[in-house]
């Protein structure tokens, strides 16, 4: 199979509970029936996301380090946010995370994958976009909680594709980012 792809499947939902309520997603349990039985699967229903890999012109990537306490890490990861804004589209979300995250704006931005993150678990999907044509905002955003002590290093992508391969940089969407941000830079 040359065009292998992923298949939109709609399963009837025969009941859809919300478990949890939070503020930035929910938890919800669903009874679908599935073949000639019922299953029911809970799972975090995610407003999605979109990511940045911003490539400078000495093809170095921008990683942002900050704190995520289900994983007790300080983890490399690379600018992103939420779809938490009404019509917002993923391109304007990366537009105004790597703002808001990196203080940049940049002039190209080419679409590199969309991927589920969890599909066993979540029904989030993130966008990752490549930012190129950098430069700096003329004003800094103001952080608090984990974005308070951000701390941001410029590194060649090289190094950084040698990072997840060898095991030391884990973050999946940083992962896919940079392995897609490399291929498509390599493939011109």
Do not use: C
């Amino acid at each position: 199979m040359t065009d292998l792809r992923d298949e939109p499947f709609e399963p009837e939902v025969l009941e859809s509970d919300l478990v949890y309520e939070g503020r930035v997603w929910d938890v919800r349990s669903d009874t679908v029936q599935y073949g000639d039985g019922r299953i029911v699967r809970q799972y975090v229903a995610h407003p999605g996301a979109a990511a940045i890999v911003a490539v400078d012109e000495h093809e170095r990537v921008l990683l942002i380090q900050q704190y995520r306490h289900p994983i007790r890490h300080r983890d490399w990861e690379i600018p992103a946010g939420l779809l938490d804004v009404a019509g917002e589209s993923p391109l304007e979300s990366a537009v105004r995370e790597l703002a808001e995250e990196a203080d940049l704006e940049a002039s190209s931005w080419e679409p590199l994958v969309s991927v589920f993150t969890t599909p066993g678990g979540n029904d989030e999907v993130v966008h990752l976009f490549l930012a190129r044509g950098l430069s700096p905002l003329a004003e800094v955003h103001e952080r608090e909680d984990e974005e308070a002590d951000i701390r941001v290093e410029w590194i060649p992508l090289q190094d950084a594709v040698a990072g997840v391969l060898a095991g030391r940089l884990r973050n999946g969407i940083l992962a896919t980012g940079v392995l897609a941000a490399a291929e498509k830079l390599r493939a011109g």
